[in-house]
């Protein structure tokens, strides 16, 4: 159980235009989603907190217009990368939490990796 | 920034040595989790200690916690070659947000 799939799990796309990334939980329902950026041979960077119906949180110096977060349901939330450049390339992981589980962990999608061109 | 602290950030070992990193963290948390991650690919969760509590084991894992020092072990004991992965600690924050440890890159030689 506690399944996260993500998609696309690889784009690649041209300087100016816009990318989305969908997370779903399959078999649970989630309330929180967290979407990470990862560099190569780096840790993950929080970039954000989804709460099913409201607005994001963004973490400091994540760009909010830049990367537009949606979580309109307890099992999709989705990341845009608006007007997509070279630096915006990297691995975007997404991971949600169970409804109702204080102490529990986190489930992960298996990762978007991004080439901007 | 959130982010803890992890060392060593490489760690080279024997099959069957034992494995050990530490992580350190900067706020208050409500637990705190331990994950693998194959190179490019999502993370796999392995254990969670809340903070209430010091010490914990599953199978070949023992993690402790010192809330007071902030920091937390994670002992991979009796290490085989499919251990070899990157490893990140997280900590739950007061706050709902989790952040992860800069992580230890673990290579188990045959």
């Known amino acids: 159980g506690a399944v996260v799939s993500q998609h696309p799990s690889w784009v690649i796309c041209k300087s100016g235009t816009s990318v989305k990334i969908e997370c779903r939980s399959l078999?649970?329902?989630?309330?929180?989603m967290f979407w990470y950026r990862q560099f190569p041979k780096q840790s993950l960077m929080l970039m954000a907190t989804?709460?099913?119906?409201?607005?994001?949180?963004?973490e400091q110096g994540v760009e909010k217009d830049k990367f537009l977060i949606n979580h309109a349901s307890l099992t999709l939330s989705t990341l845009t990368v608006t007007s997509a450049h070279p630096e915006d390339s990297s691995f975007y992981i997404c991971?949600?939490?169970?409804?109702?589980?204080?102490?529990?962990?986190?489930?992960f999608g298996n990762g978007t990796r991004l080439t901007v061109t | 920034s959130q982010q803890g602290e992890e060392d060593p950030q490489a760690l080279s070992i024997q099959e069957g040595e034992n494995a050990t990193m530490n992580c350190s963290y900067k706020?208050?948390?409500?637990?705190l989790q331990w994950y693998r991650q194959n190179s490019g690919r999502g993370l796999v969760h392995l254990i969670l200690?809340?903070?209430?509590?010091r010490e914990k084991h599953s199978g070949r894992l023992r993690v402790t916690l010192d809330t007071s020092k902030k920091s937390s072990s994670l002992l991979i004991t009796a290490s085989r070659a499919a251990d070899t992965a990157s490893y990140f600690c997280?900590?739950?924050?007061?706050?709902?947000?989790?952040?992860f440890g800069t992580g230890t890159s673990l290579t188990v030689i045959p």
């Open positions: 706020t208050s948390i409500n637990n």
């Open positions: 989804s709460n099913e119906g409201s607005k994001a949180t963004y």
């Open positions: 991971s949600a939490r169970s409804q109702g589980s204080y102490n529990s962990p986190l489930h």
């Open positions: 200690i809340r903070s209430n509590e």
């Open positions: 997280a900590t739950h924050q007061t706050g709902n947000q989790f952040y």
């Open positions: 078999d649970f329902q989630a309330t929180t």
